[in-house]
């Protein structure tokens, strides 16, 4: 279908967590001085104005990465992502927002890569733009999905894999898990991240039964509720699952999601969920 512009929704609660996550992992992989590869599926354009018409007409962002912006009592984990895209904004008024390849690629070193993808064809050219100078980071126009079978293992035999699709089609939530099964065989060690939103609850248990029937372990789920679960139009809630965590992700997150849960849904209806789907 390809009707999906993340410019509509850049910086929301959704973002908000999934980015968080996304940068613990990577610091986690920079502990290490050897190289690894960062896989992006679904990485949209890159960077996004807030100014924009898109951004505007949703305003989502307001009640996401807005509600942090100028807060001093930032826990660190949540302190360096803002400061993050306090680069890209040069310090001053929240106008751009970093998608997930820019964050990503604010983090790699010499020895490190990127593969970032990206199917919908007004936004790949905007994506090959904002990377084009950038000597350890290749873009592709193609199926994000297929890449798991392509790009793995690495030459590195270390590497985050962010599946980020935009749920247009039923099948999506297939594909994730057959995605992470490919992956998987490929290349058992690296972490792989989905990212899920909750918009019917029933959607979101097929991935959680799908990843369960495959038999691999350690499986983490993360999740962030602005409302309670509801048959009505609209997302309520989003996660991450994290395959091969960073064995910190758990107890960070158990910290920082208390306070995510204050300041992003001050109405007092958000919650926080970490939970094993497998364990080790």
């Known amino acids: 279908m390809l009707?999906?512009?993340h410019s509509f929704h850049a910086g929301n609660h959704a973002d908000v967590l999934k980015h968080i996550v996304q940068l613990l992992i990577l610091q986690s992989l920079k502990q290490k001085e050897k190289g690894f590869l960062?896989?992006?599926t679904h990485s949209g354009v890159g960077r996004y104005s807030l100014l924009s018409a898109e951004s505007e007409k949703t305003g989502e962002y307001l009640e996401?990465?807005?509600?942090?912006?100028?807060?001093?009592d930032l826990p660190e984990e949540v302190a360096f992502y803002i400061n993050e895209l306090k680069k890209?904004?040069?310090?001053?008024?929240l106008k751009y927002y970093a998608g997930s390849p820019l964050l990503a690629v604010q983090q790699l070193r010499e020895q490190d890569r990127a593969i970032l993808t990206e199917l919908h064809p007004n936004d790949f050219p905007l994506l090959r733009q904002e990377f084009a100078k950038a000597k350890?980071?290749?873009?592709?126009r193609e199926n994000g999905f297929q890449q798991l079978k392509s790009a793995l293992p690495p030459k590195e035999r270390r590497g985050f894999v962010l599946i980020d699709p935009p749920y247009e089609l039923k099948e999506d939530y297939?594909?994730?898990?057959?995605a992470i099964e490919e992956g998987y065989k490929r290349f058992a060690t690296g972490t792989y991240a989905i990212w899920y939103p909750v918009v019917l609850r029933q959607?979101?248990?097929?991935?959680?039964?799908?990843?369960?029937?495959?038999?691999i372990r350690k499986i983490l789920q993360i999740e962030l509720a602005v409302r309670p679960d509801s048959d009505q139009r609209g997302m309520t809630a989003s996660g991450m699952?994290?395959?091969?965590?960073?064995?910190?992700?758990e107890s960070q997150m158990k910290k920082i999601l208390p306070y995510l849960t204050d300041v992003l849904v001050p109405e007092g209806t958000g919650s926080w969920m970490v939970e094993w789907i497998t364990p080790e």
């Not at 890209?88 to 008024?93: A, M, Q, S, V």
């Not at 297939?174 to 057959?178: A, G, Q, Y």
């Not at 959607?203 to 038999?215: A, N, S």
């Not at 699952?241 to 992700?249: A, D, E, G, M, Y």
């Open 38 to 40: 960062y896989l992006d």
């Open 203 to 215: 959607h979101t248990k097929r991935i959680v039964r799908g990843l369960q029937e495959t038999g």
């Open 88 to 93: 890209i904004n040069r310090g001053e008024k």
């Open 241 to 249: 699952i994290v395959i091969n965590p960073p064995w910190q992700l």
């Open 174 to 178: 297939e594909l994730v898990v057959k």
């Open 64 to 72: 996401g990465v807005a509600r942090l912006w100028e807060r001093n």
């Open 136 to 140: 350890n980071v290749v873009t592709k």
């Open 3 to 5: 009707s999906y512009r």
